[in-house]
T-cell receptor, first 116, second 111 residues
Framework: NAGVTQTPKFRILKIGQSMTLQCAQD?????MYWYRQDPGMGLKLIYY???????DKGEVPNGYNVSRSTTEDFPLRLELAAPSQTSVYFC???????????????FGPGTRLTVL | DAKTTQPPSMDCAEGRAANLPCNHS???????VYWYRQIHSQGPQYIIH???NNETNEMASLIITEDRKSSTLILPHATLRDTAVYYC????????????FGSGTQLTVLP
């Protein structure tokens, strides 16, 4: 299994440009997440999804959009990029609640985005 | 508001045990405490979780106090590669949909 993969690894955007950060997982996980991490800070949840066709806002959703058309993919869209969106973006997935009370959340390697 | 409290930083000598504390005084019922770590620039990695009994796996041990209001993550023989930010997360029910990451503890293992 490749686990959670993210593309691109690095990107520089100009203010006002748009882009899509790609995230895919091959573990058949139901739950997927997008976090951002600013320098020296903890991770903040942007959006999450508990299954195909279902998405919900996290702590910092403004300026972002997501979709979940398949179990495997969970792209994050940035519209009208701003310098405040300069950050490292992590995608994560986990199976979701089941018979086991908890299951591990797996993270991708991150996308480092700079908006100038 | 953060539901866990951790010291911002700790040092540990290589080969010694690293003991990372966490306070979670609002824990109740069937809520768990989870530990993740983040090595510089990488995505966080799951370490261990616990409800009320002490837990051990190949990475670490988790000691939970009898009143469950605090816990300690123990890395028995710390190596330089254990230098990372350690996040204590929770308390959360087993069916919780989200993990909320605070600031964590920066553990530096010194040679």
């Amino acid at each position: 299994n490749a686990g959670v993969t993210q593309t691109p690894k690095f990107r520089i955007l100009k203010i006002g440009q748009s882009m899509t950060l790609q995230c895919a997982q091959d573990m058949n996980h139901n739950y997927m997440y997008w976090y951002r991490q600013d320098p020296g800070m903890g991770l903040k949840l942007i959006y999450y999804s508990v299954g195909a066709g279902i998405t919900d806002k996290g702590e910092v959703p403004n300026g972002y959009n997501v979709s979940r058309s398949t179990t495997e993919d969970f792209p994050l869209r940035l519209e009208l990029a701003a310098p405040s969106q300069t950050s490292v973006y992590f995608c994560a997935s986990r199976q979701g609640p089941g018979r086991s009370p908890y299951n591990e959340q797996f993270f991708g390697p991150g996308t480092r985005l700079t908006v100038l | 508001d953060a539901k866990t409290t951790q010291p911002p930083s700790m040092d540990c000598a290589e080969g010694r045990a690293a003991n990372l504390p966490c306070n979670h005084s609002t824990i109740s019922g069937n809520e768990y405490v989870y530990w993740y770590r983040q090595i510089h620039s990488q995505g966080p990695q799951y370490i261990i979780h616990g409800l009320k009994n002490n837990e051990t796996n190949e990475m670490a041990s988790l000691i939970i106090t009898e009143d469950r209001k605090s816990s300690t993550l123990i890395l028995p023989h710390a190596t330089l590669r254990d230098t990372a930010v350690y996040y204590c997360i929770g308390p959360l029910s087993g069916s919780a949909r989200q993990l909320t990451f605070g600031s964590g503890t920066q553990l530096t293992v010194l040679p």
